[in-house]
């Protein structure tokens, strides 16, 4: 009993110098996202892209420092693969349809987890109506395929069936 308290005591331990490691990797971070050389080269002002994350968090939620600027490179990245589709267009000069289609698909990514949740829904339904089918069958005629109808099979029409069904399970 007393090693499985020892292994316990062990694991918190190391639980508390991996949670002390990574606040000081985060102040660290920290430190470095407020330089203005890291400000330089991340693609949006860090203290916006923050303030919009935080507006849509519960306010007991803290932030780390790698998911601030995880997120605004990955920002910076969304609005270079935008960038990339709007220049597709043949005209020189980039109207507001040629953004609109630029951004549909992002658009349309809750309606593609909707709609796709309502099929795997639909798709269990058509698999459960068909295993109740296949247990109907299962009832209703036997390995030979001739019809039960609820009456049990003589002796020899068992064995029959049996030895049907091992032959079916060999193979």
Request: with cysteine.
């Amino acid at each position: 009993m007393r090693g499985i308290e020892m292994e316990e005591e062990t694991t918190e331990e190391q639980a508390e110098e991996t949670q002390e490691e990574s606040v000081n990797e985060d102040a660290e971070l920290e430190k470095e996202l407020e330089s203005e050389e890291e400000q330089e080269r991340l693609p949006f002002p860090n203290a916006r892209v923050v303030r919009l994350l935080k507006s849509e968090l519960d306010s007991d939620k803290m932030v780390r420092a790698r998911v601030k600027k995880e997120l605004n490179e990955w920002l910076g990245e969304l609005v270079r693969r935008i960038s990339r589709e709007i220049n597709k267009s043949p005209y020189t000069v980039v109207e507001a349809q040629d953004l609109h289609k630029a951004i549909k698909k992002y658009d349309q990514l809750d309606e593609v987890a909707q709609q796709k949740e309502r099929l795997i829904s639909y798709m269990n339904r058509i698999k459960g109506d068909c295993n109740i089918l296949i247990e109907d069958v299962e009832k209703s005629f036997d390995v030979g395929g001739n019809v039960r109808r609820g009456r049990k099979l003589s002796a020899s029409a068992q064995e029959e069936q049996d030895a049907q069904q091992a032959e079916n399970e060999e193979e």
